[in-house]
């Protein structure tokens, strides 16, 4: 995680899932993985760095994502989620254009050139 402060954070799957939110969002925006799973160490760990920050939680339409989901919904339920469409399932293979919509509708700054491209 970054020393710089940043109020935003978005909660991904993985490093592919980061790579592509990446090249859409413009404003800084804190990205962590989950790495497919998360343990209770690991949120013990995260709590106090997301204690004062605007959390979104980003997975994949699928079930292992939805599992992650409901774990985050119970630990940071102040977190917005923001979803894929189901027919792109991974966030890492959805189009850009998707991605740059859907998180300008979770308020997250993203290039607008993308936005253009749907």
């Known amino acids: 995680m970054n020393d ?4 935003k954070v978005l909660i ?11 090249i859409v969002v413009k404003e800084p925006v804190e990205i ?3 790495n497919g799973t998360i343990s209770m160490t690991k949120l013990d760990e995260w709590i106090d760095f997301l204690e004062d920050k605007d959390i979104y939680i980003l997975v994949d339409a699928d ?3 939805e599992k992650l989901r409901k774990q985050f919904k119970r630990e940071f339920p102040q977190a917005e989620h923001i979803y894929i469409d189901r027919m792109y399932r991974e966030v890492a293979t959805a189009p ?5 919509t859907v998180l300008l509708g979770a308020n997250i700054d993203v290039h607008t050139e993308y936005l253009e491209m749907g």
Do not use: F
């Not at 991904?12 to 790579?19: A, F, M, R, T």
């Not at 850009?96 to 740059?100: E, I, R, S």
């Open 4 to 7: 710089s402060y940043v109020d």
């Open 12 to 22: 991904v799957e993985g490093k592919s899932d980061k790579n592509k939110v990446k």
């Open 32 to 34: 962590i993985c989950t």
């Open 63 to 65: 079930k292992a994502g």
């Open 96 to 100: 850009l254009h998707h991605l740059a």
